[in-house]
Protein backbone atom coordinates (compact mmCIF):
# COMPACT_ATOMS: atom_id res chain seq x y z
CA UNK A 1 0.00 0.00 0.00
CA UNK A 2 2.86 2.55 0.95
CA UNK A 3 4.92 1.54 -1.79
CA UNK A 4 1.84 2.33 -4.23
CA UNK A 5 1.60 5.83 -2.81
CA UNK A 6 5.06 6.45 -3.21
CA UNK A 7 6.17 4.67 -5.89
CA UNK A 8 8.17 1.73 -6.50
CA UNK A 9 11.96 1.76 -4.85
CA UNK A 10 14.78 1.54 -7.22
CA UNK A 11 16.67 -1.75 -7.75
CA UNK A 12 19.45 -2.34 -10.08
CA UNK A 13 19.69 -5.42 -11.80
CA UNK A 14 23.37 -5.62 -10.72
CA UNK A 15 22.22 -4.94 -7.04
CA UNK A 16 19.62 -7.67 -7.31
CA UNK A 17 22.10 -9.92 -8.40
CA UNK A 18 24.43 -9.50 -5.82
CA UNK A 19 21.79 -9.52 -3.19
CA UNK A 20 20.43 -13.07 -4.47
CA UNK A 21 23.52 -14.92 -5.38
CA UNK A 22 24.63 -13.75 -1.84
CA UNK A 23 21.32 -15.00 -0.32
CA UNK A 24 21.63 -18.52 -2.56
CA UNK A 25 25.06 -18.95 -0.86
CA UNK A 26 24.15 -18.11 3.14
CA UNK A 27 20.71 -20.44 2.24
CA UNK A 28 22.62 -23.02 0.85
CA UNK A 29 25.60 -23.11 3.49
CA UNK A 30 23.11 -23.14 6.46
CA UNK A 31 20.18 -24.70 5.04
CA UNK A 32 22.19 -27.69 2.91
CA UNK A 33 22.81 -29.39 6.89
CA UNK A 34 19.10 -29.22 7.61
CA UNK A 35 18.27 -30.87 3.88
CA UNK A 36 21.38 -33.96 4.89
CA UNK A 37 19.56 -34.08 8.10
CA UNK A 38 16.28 -34.43 7.39
CA UNK A 39 16.63 -37.18 4.62
CA UNK A 40 19.41 -39.10 7.06
CA UNK A 41 16.55 -39.41 9.94
CA UNK A 42 13.89 -40.67 7.63
CA UNK A 43 12.47 -43.36 8.76
CA UNK A 44 10.73 -44.65 4.79
CA UNK A 45 14.45 -44.77 3.76
CA UNK A 46 15.73 -48.82 4.44
CA UNK A 47 19.57 -47.52 4.51
CA UNK A 48 20.75 -44.08 5.25
CA UNK A 49 21.36 -42.21 2.33
CA UNK A 50 24.85 -41.06 1.94
CA UNK A 51 26.21 -37.04 0.97
CA UNK A 52 30.06 -36.45 0.99
CA UNK A 53 31.87 -33.44 0.40
CA UNK A 54 31.20 -30.93 -2.05
CA UNK A 55 27.57 -31.93 -2.43
CA UNK A 56 26.37 -29.11 -0.80
CA UNK A 57 27.97 -27.17 -4.35
CA UNK A 58 25.58 -29.74 -6.60
CA UNK A 59 22.49 -28.77 -3.79
CA UNK A 60 23.39 -24.79 -4.50
CA UNK A 61 23.02 -25.42 -8.21
CA UNK A 62 19.68 -27.20 -7.84
CA UNK A 63 18.58 -23.98 -5.80
CA UNK A 64 19.78 -21.82 -8.35
CA UNK A 65 18.28 -23.29 -11.09
CA UNK A 66 14.98 -23.42 -9.60
CA UNK A 67 15.31 -19.94 -8.47
CA UNK A 68 16.39 -18.92 -11.82
CA UNK A 69 13.32 -20.63 -13.10
CA UNK A 70 10.84 -18.47 -11.34
CA UNK A 71 12.94 -15.43 -11.81
CA UNK A 72 11.99 -16.16 -15.69
CA UNK A 73 8.12 -16.39 -14.99
CA UNK A 74 7.99 -13.29 -12.55
CA UNK A 75 10.31 -10.65 -13.91
CA UNK A 76 9.50 -8.27 -16.85
CA UNK A 77 11.33 -9.86 -20.35
CA UNK A 78 14.92 -8.67 -20.56
CA UNK A 79 14.93 -8.07 -17.23
CA UNK A 80 15.03 -12.09 -16.18
CA UNK A 81 17.66 -12.64 -19.16
CA UNK A 82 19.97 -9.65 -17.73
CA UNK A 83 19.72 -10.85 -14.12
CA UNK A 84 20.45 -14.96 -15.32
CA UNK A 85 23.81 -13.89 -16.72
CA UNK A 86 24.67 -11.28 -13.88
CA UNK A 87 23.89 -14.09 -11.25
CA UNK A 88 25.20 -16.64 -12.81
CA UNK A 89 28.36 -14.80 -13.46
CA UNK A 90 28.28 -13.82 -9.85
CA UNK A 91 27.59 -17.34 -8.83
CA UNK A 92 30.39 -18.77 -10.88
CA UNK A 93 33.08 -16.02 -9.58
CA UNK A 94 32.28 -16.77 -6.05
CA UNK A 95 32.65 -21.25 -6.59
CA UNK A 96 35.60 -20.57 -8.45
CA UNK A 97 34.03 -21.43 -11.86
CA UNK A 98 33.96 -20.15 -15.10
CA UNK A 99 30.65 -18.37 -16.22
CA UNK A 100 30.09 -20.14 -19.21
CA UNK A 101 30.73 -23.74 -17.72
CA UNK A 102 27.99 -22.91 -15.09
CA UNK A 103 25.84 -21.30 -17.45
CA UNK A 104 25.50 -24.67 -19.31
CA UNK A 105 25.28 -26.69 -15.84
CA UNK A 106 22.09 -24.55 -14.85
CA UNK A 107 20.43 -24.76 -18.20
CA UNK A 108 21.15 -28.46 -18.09
CA UNK A 109 19.62 -28.59 -14.72
CA UNK A 110 16.86 -26.35 -15.16
CA UNK A 111 15.56 -28.93 -18.21
CA UNK A 112 16.25 -31.57 -16.31
CA UNK A 113 14.20 -30.26 -14.13
CA UNK A 114 11.39 -29.69 -16.15
CA UNK A 115 11.49 -32.88 -17.78
CA UNK A 116 11.94 -34.82 -14.85
CA UNK A 117 8.73 -33.15 -13.31
CA UNK A 118 6.45 -32.81 -15.88
CA UNK A 119 3.62 -31.79 -16.24
CA UNK A 120 3.79 -30.08 -12.70
CA UNK A 121 5.33 -26.78 -13.07
CA UNK A 122 6.09 -26.34 -9.58
CA UNK A 123 9.42 -25.28 -8.94
CA UNK A 124 9.38 -26.79 -5.63
CA UNK A 125 8.53 -30.34 -6.44
CA UNK A 126 11.03 -29.87 -9.52
CA UNK A 127 13.73 -29.22 -7.00
CA UNK A 128 12.52 -32.05 -4.78
CA UNK A 129 12.74 -34.35 -7.36
CA UNK A 130 15.90 -33.36 -8.80
CA UNK A 131 17.67 -33.78 -4.97
CA UNK A 132 16.23 -37.35 -5.53
CA UNK A 133 17.76 -38.01 -8.63
CA UNK A 134 20.78 -36.32 -8.62
CA UNK A 135 21.74 -37.58 -5.10
CA UNK A 136 20.16 -41.14 -5.99
CA UNK A 137 18.22 -41.25 -3.08
CA UNK A 138 16.72 -44.25 -5.06
CA UNK A 139 18.96 -46.53 -3.65
CA UNK A 140 17.89 -45.88 -0.18
CA UNK A 141 14.15 -46.73 -0.61
CA UNK A 142 12.44 -49.69 -0.08
CA UNK A 143 12.34 -52.33 -2.99
CA UNK A 144 8.93 -50.79 -4.52
CA UNK A 145 9.79 -47.38 -4.72
CA UNK A 146 13.74 -48.48 -5.74
CA UNK A 147 12.33 -50.70 -8.56
CA UNK A 148 10.03 -48.41 -10.11
CA UNK A 149 12.20 -45.60 -9.53
CA UNK A 150 10.15 -43.28 -7.62
CA UNK A 151 10.64 -40.76 -4.53
CA UNK A 152 8.37 -42.38 -1.78
CA UNK A 153 5.53 -39.79 -1.58
CA UNK A 154 6.21 -39.51 2.12
CA UNK A 155 9.58 -38.12 1.66
CA UNK A 156 9.31 -36.22 -0.83
CA UNK A 157 6.79 -34.02 0.35
CA UNK A 158 8.41 -33.70 3.31
CA UNK A 159 11.72 -32.41 0.99
CA UNK A 160 9.41 -30.26 -0.93
CA UNK A 161 8.56 -28.77 2.47
CA UNK A 162 11.84 -27.95 2.78
CA UNK A 163 12.40 -26.91 -0.50
CA UNK A 164 10.05 -24.50 0.02
CA UNK A 165 12.20 -22.12 2.27
CA UNK A 166 14.79 -22.19 -0.69
CA UNK A 167 12.87 -20.56 -3.22
CA UNK A 168 12.68 -17.12 -3.43
CA UNK A 169 9.30 -15.03 -3.75
CA UNK A 170 9.98 -13.01 -7.22
CA UNK A 171 6.90 -11.93 -7.47
CA UNK A 172 6.96 -9.95 -4.45
CA UNK A 173 10.54 -8.89 -5.58
CA UNK A 174 8.88 -7.55 -8.84
CA UNK A 175 6.14 -5.72 -7.30
CA UNK A 176 8.19 -4.12 -4.63
CA UNK A 177 11.10 -2.67 -7.13
CA UNK A 178 11.77 -1.05 -10.31
CA UNK A 179 14.52 -2.31 -12.02
CA UNK A 180 16.92 -0.26 -13.60
CA UNK A 181 20.05 -1.12 -15.47
Known amino acids: MIATLFGKKKLTEEKLSNIF ?17 ELQESPEFERMPEFGPGDDE ?13 AQRALPSGTDRRVLILSISKFAQALGLSASDLEVDVIAMQHFMERINHPSK ?24 REIKQPNPIVLKRLNGLMECFLWNWRQVQEDYRFTN
Open 21 to 37: VNAVLELTEQGYPSIVA
Open 58 to 70: LFAQIVLAGNLLE
Open 122 to 145: NTVYAMGKAVFHKYDLFRSQDAYF
